[in-house]
């Protein structure tokens, strides 16, 4: 069973640029999440969609990131501009449904870096 | 709200010791508990989860955690660490009734040849 892919793996932008990550979940899987992981800290939820409807944005930064997942498949992350804070690992997952039982599945990663 | 601490930031054992992650949560709700391992530059592996079944879970490469709800904890356990369990180990507890996985700030283990 392939698992989360996510691209790129890495990327260095300089600030006020912007960048897009994309993922694809494991097949089936209606749930989608994007966590960011800055260095040295635990994963924190940035979106999460349920098909492709938003079900928890609450702690998106609105103002320069957004999230899509049409067709509720594939899903991409978008930053714009960047800001040096930014610099992190944007990780993708995805489970069956909703529920707390479901197990998170995780992508490797991407790895961006803001100059 | 839920809320996970992580009461070791590093853990060094030597190979062939016993390894004790420490890892207590707060839920309103009836938790599911979770323990995943990062392994550098690799992305989140799932070891083994709690979901209100049997207290005594054990997951992959020999490693088993223990639920204790009197004790709010869920402290992941091996009985002989191996050079390769050197990685960054995250608890995570969620609800059975909301959606949200909340991640502990994680435990790096070191093992000593």
């Known amino acids: 069973e392939a698992g989360v892919a996510q691209s790129p793996r890495y990327k260095i932008i300089e600030k006020r640029q912007s960048v897009a990550f994309w993922c694809n979940p494991i097949?089936?899987?209606?749930?989608l999440y994007w966590y960011q992981q800055i260095l040295g800290q635990g994963p924190k939820l940035l979106i999460q969609?349920?098909?492709?409807?938003?079900?928890?944005d609450s702690q998106l930064p609105k103002d320069r990131f957004s999230a899509e997942r049409l067709k509720g498949v594939d899903s991409t992350l978008k930053i714009q501009p960047a800001k040096l804070e930014d610099s992190a690992v944007y990780l993708c997952?995805?489970?069956?449904?909703?529920?707390?039982?479901?197990?998170?599945?995780f992508g490797e990663g991407s790895w961006l870096t803001v100059v | 709200a839920q809320s996970v601490t992580q009461l070791d930031s590093h853990v060094s054992v030597s190979e062939g010791t016993p390894v004790l992650l420490r890892c207590n949560y707060s839920?309103?709700?009836?938790?599911?508990l979770f323990w995943y391992v990062q392994h550098p530059n690799k992305g989140l592996q799932l070891l083994l989860k709690?979901?209100?079944?049997?207290?005594l879970v054990k997951g992959i490469n020999g490693f088993e955690a223990e639920f204790k709800k009197s004790e709010t904890s869920f402290h992941l356990t091996k009985p002989s660490a191996h050079m390769s369990d050197a990685a960054e180990y995250f608890c995570?507890?969620?609800?059975?009734?909301?959606?949200?996985?909340?991640f502990g700030p994680g435990t790096r283990l070191s093992v000593l040849p």
């Open positions: 997952a995805s489970s069956l449904g909703r529920g707390a039982g479901n197990t998170i599945y």
């Open positions: 097949s089936g899987h209606a749930t």
């Open positions: 969609f349920q098909n492709n409807g938003v079900v928890d």
């Open positions: 839920s309103s709700y009836s938790p599911s």
């Open positions: 709690y979901t209100s079944a049997a207290t």
């Open positions: 995570v507890v969620g609800t059975n009734y909301g959606q949200n996985f909340v």
